[in-house]
């Protein structure tokens, strides 16, 4: 968890301390990440191979920040925090807790983090949602391979990457 927060430090953005401090003071070292990466720490291991993969694929044509920002706080809603519920459906939820925090997103950033879950509409033209949903789909599918049989979802979507 501390490499997500120092991650995060190097960010200058007005609003990232709160930010910070939503991570500390949540369960999202611990927390699960719904159907994968189902056991406890789990957020925190998704998040970082987000991350990764984004980093390694993305960073030529996304800026750094945004990359650290999309992959680091994407599912930021599945950490649990008292006093902190935000009606919605995940992804959505993220954003009001940024808002919350004082943490303003670009509008790319906003639109992946929102969109991340959709496997249609023109990803091609929104490289940052474009990047998110593949390292998204990356680590979700590595999990699953790891644990389950693998879907046809994920086969089409292990062939998508590879053509594009």
């Known amino acids: 968890m ?21 991570i500390q003071d949540s369960n999202f070292a611990t927390a699960r990440c ?25 960073s030529d044509r996304l800026p750094d920040e945004s990359i650290i920002i999309c992959s680091l706080l994407h599912d930021l809603d599945k950490a ?9 459906h995940h992804p959505a939820r993220v954003i009001p807790i940024l808002k919350r925090c004082g943490f303003e997103l670009t509008a790319d950033e906003a639109f992946a983090i929102r969109n991340h879950h ?40 292990e062939l998508f990457r590879k053509i594009f």
């Open 2 to 22: 501390q490499r997500i927060i120092d991650l995060l430090k190097t960010v200058d953005r007005p609003g990232v301390d709160s930010v910070v401090k939503y």
């Open 34 to 58: 719904g159907r994968h990466h189902t056991y406890k720490g789990g957020l925190v291991d998704h998040s970082l191979e987000v991350y990764e993969f984004m980093k390694h694929k993305y």
């Open 80 to 88: 649990k925090l008292r006093g902190w519920y935000f009606s919605g």
């Open 118 to 157: 959709r496997k249609s509409g023109d990803i091609l033209s929104h490289p940052h949602r474009r990047a998110l949903t593949d390292a998204d789909t990356y680590s979700t599918g590595k999990w699953r391979k790891a644990h389950c049989e693998p879907t046809l979802q994920d086969l089409l979507l």
